[in-house]
């Protein structure tokens, strides 16, 4: 019958055509190229810093704008220690800026904000300005904005291996009961979904310890923008990448995130 045929007919073309991807829930971003942005122009690394914290503002409206529930952030990791102290004093200043400039904006559009990342031996003034950033804006849902700051997925798998021996030995938890979800419970993210899309900013293309054990089964897409000149159409196109691509989590067909 006609009506079968039909039904037949869009069956096959969705099995042939594979599954177009939504939008992905969750994606994560490796900010990187603010030094290098400045350089071209002659001026000094912290003027590229300081327009890498305008890009934020703009992937956080675009991340809205797109329907993501959740956008991570690489902001300063574990090894950025290593840099001249004067670069470290200036990303500290930008951070402590962002918190107080954006929280009010943050919170009135509806963003949760959350931190990952070591909070030991930070600045007593910083680790405040990051609780009041949680603590405030813990019941917002549109969107929520994980900030990974003095970040090391390595470092983070330390800590939560750490916490779970400590369970052990406390006789809350047996060995044998550890699973992957009891390792995830203890890390930093618990209870945010693993990034479905990872986009790293510059064309460097490694991880730079980013969310070691979340990172299993993400979709990366290395894009050549530096980060200061990220925007609306390069999160829109990177999407736009993700949707292309074919997830089959170690099967045979494609899966849904
Ligand atoms: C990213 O830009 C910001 C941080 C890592 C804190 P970079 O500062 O790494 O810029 P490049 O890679 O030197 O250009
Ligand atoms: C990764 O960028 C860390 C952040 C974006 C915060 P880096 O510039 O520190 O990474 P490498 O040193 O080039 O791997
Ligand atoms: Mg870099």
Redesign the pocket.
């Known amino acids: 019958m006609a009506g079968d045929s039909k039904t037949a007919l869009l069956a096959g073309t969705a099995e042939t055509a594979g599954l177009k991807r939504g939008v992905p829930a969750h994606v994560a971003i ?3 190229g603010n030094g290098r942005w400045a350089a071209r122009r002659g001026l000094p690394r912290a003027e590229g810093h300081r327009r890498g914290v305008e890009a934020v503002r703009r992937a956080v409206r675009a991340a809205i704008d797109l329907g993501i529930q959740y956008l991570t952030v ?4 574990s ?2 220690w290593r840099r001249p102290a004067s670069e470290v004093a200036d990303l500290m200043g930008l951070l402590k800026l962002f918190v107080r400039r954006d929280l009010a904006d943050l919170h009135a559009n509806g963003v949760r904000v959350r931190i990952i990342g070591e909070r030991r031996g930070l600045a007593d003034d910083i680790a405040a300005l990051l609780r009041e950033a949680e603590e405030r804006t813990a019941q917002n849902t549109r969107l929520t904005l994980v900030v990974a700051f003095n970040y090391g997925g390595r470092q983070e798998i330390v800590r939560a291996v750490q916490a779970m021996a400590r369970a052990v030995q406390e006789g809350r938890l047996s060995p044998e009961a550890i699973d992957l979800g009891t390792v995830a419970a203890a890390l930093d993210t618990q209870g945010i979904p693993d990034p479905d899309l990872v986009i790293r900013t510059s064309g ?1 293309q ?1 991880v ?1 310890n ?1 969310l070691t054990w979340q990172t299993a089964y993400s979709e990366f897409v290395f894009i050549q923008d530096l980060w200061p000149d990220f925007d609306h159409a390069a999160f829109a196109a990177a999407v736009g990448e993700y949707q292309s691509r074919e997830r089959r989590f170690g099967g045979l067909t494609a899966q849904a995130g």
Do not use: Q, V
């Not at 690489?74 to 990791?77: D, L, T």
């Open positions: 490796i900010m990187d690489y902001s300063f990791s090894e950025n460097e490694r730079s980013f």
